[in-house]
């Protein structure tokens, strides 16, 4: 049986204190990790099966430092044509990522000077009772989507290039659906992959999906109410620094991970294909 197995121990921050301490000697690239959480989540394992979400955010920095990444491959991976649909599975917001950072830079500072005999120093042999004993906390290094209780998805249509993202499922029942469709663009291509056309951007971004919902709907039972959004200027006319926008750090076929305009972070897992 793995380590991360629910069967291992009865107290989940003791699995999880066996997780971070294996993961610490075994070469788990910050992918490894971030891949791990769509394999927890589509087989339905329970938390101490999941990377710790401290590990989670930890490995999103990683990975956004990392320059060697093809970001080229990007939107195809995360856009199909009729749709590629992507369940949130993680969020951290801003403080979280920002105490991140400066974690991450104290701790490389203190490998530099000690010639690596030092580890990270993140605290992580307590942070598993802390979470435990102090729920609130929980907020410092992000939190797993429950999608039993909520569930978040996005769909990119690579075909048409528009975004509908919405909640599907509420406390997990479909009674209330809410959505917002609208176009997106990648790097300031409103167009097609294949298109040349730039729209809305006379530089080129890294890896930035900018959107604009453009009509909301809301499904309670069997009604459904469509409300069109108004917009000043058209989409393709409008600067992407006055859009909401995600920059995505990694996407392959398992999981995307980007940050937002607000500097929060947010992990998704690719779900089957319908």
């Known amino acids: 049986m793995g380590i991360l197995s629910p069967g291992n121990s ?3 921050f003791l699995a999880r204190l066996r997780s971070m301490e294996v993961s610490s000697r075994l070469d788990i690239t910050a992918v490894d990790t971030l891949r791990a959480v ?5 087989e339905g394992e329970e938390d101490t099966a999941k990377p710790p979400p401290e590990t989670v955010l930890k490995a999103i920095l990683e990975a956004q430092r990392d320059q060697t990444a093809d970001k080229s491959l ?3 991976a995360l856009a199909g044509t009729p749709g ?3 369940e949130l599975a993680y969020i951290a917001g801003k403080p979280a990522v920002v105490a991140a950072r400066k974690q991450a830079g104290k701790a490389r500072i203190r490998r530099a000077s000690d010639d690596g005999g030092v580890k990270d120093g993140n605290d992580s042999w307590y942070r598993p009772l802390e979470r435990l004993l102090l729920p609130w906390t929980r907020l410092r290094d992000g939190l797993y989507i429950d999608s039993k209780l909520v569930s978040a998805v996005q769909n990119f249509d690579a075909g048409t290039m528009v975004n509908k993202n919405g909640v599907y499922r509420l406390l997990n029942g479909e009674l209330l659906q809410t ?3 609208g176009p997106f663009s990648w790097n300031g291509n409103c167009d097609p992959p294949n298109s040349k056309v730039v729209c809305n951007s006379k530089r080129k971004p890294s890896s930035v999906c900018a959107f604009r919902p453009t009509v909301a709907t809301f499904t309670v039972g ?3 109410f469509d409300q069109p959004i108004p917009e000043e ?3 393709d006319q409008t600067p992407i620094r ?3 926008f995600f920059k995505f750090i990694h996407v392959d076929d398992k999981v995307a991970v980007a940050m937002g305009r607000s500097g929060s972070v947010a992990l998704w897992t690719r779900m089957v294909d319908s």
């Open 179 to 181: 959505t917002v469709e």
């Open 84 to 86: 590629r649909r992507w």
């Open 38 to 42: 769509n394999v927890a989540v589509t």
């Open 74 to 76: 990007f939107l195809e």
């Open 233 to 235: 200027l058209p989409f």
């Open 242 to 244: 006055d859009l909401p």
């Open 222 to 224: 069997p009604f459904k």
């Open 10 to 12: 009865c107290f989940p």
